[in-house]
Nanobody, 122 residues
Framework: VQLQASGGGLVQAGGSLRLSCAASGRTFSRYAMGWFRQAPGKEREFVAAINWSGDSTNYADSVKGRFTISRDNAKNTAYLQMNSLKLEDAAVYYC????????????????WGQGTLVTVSS
């Protein structure tokens, strides 16, 4: 599966953005989707994940209550709604896919998108 992330941009602290991850192929519904982010000089870190059917999600503690992951299997797209953005949320955001179940480690995902930059200003 090929992934294309989009939706990044510049937003003020406290604002919102919605990221999208469009997947190619007809088997999108078999894949769990994850969002990760990487800030300059830092390791890539887990943000959120959703299982193949959309009825199970997992979030990093740092984004719980502010970010929401979702998916539309009919559109082959996963989303990350980001609200109440903080300066520390600024990073390149990557979407990733793995078969069936959600996971939170980068090595557990087999397919990666190219990343979309989120910049948060004060």
């Amino acid at each position: 599966v090929q992934l294309q992330a989009s939706g990044g941009g510049l937003v003020q602290a406290g604002g919102s953005l919605r990221l999208s991850c469009a997947a190619s192929g007809r088997t999108f519904s078999r894949y769990a989707m994850g969002w990760f982010r990487q800030a300059p000089g830092k390791e890539r870190e887990f943000v959120a994940a959703i299982n193949w059917s959309g009825d199970s999600t997992n979030y990093a503690d740092s984004v719980k209550g502010r970010f929401t992951i979702s998916r539309d299997n009919a559109k082959n797209t996963a989303y990350l709604q980001m609200n109440s953005l903080k300066l520390e949320d600024a990073a390149v955001y990557y979407c990733a896919a793995r078969l069936w179940r959600i996971a939170s480690m980068t090595y557990e995902y087999h397919y990666w998108g190219q990343g979309t930059l989120v910049t948060v200003s004060s």
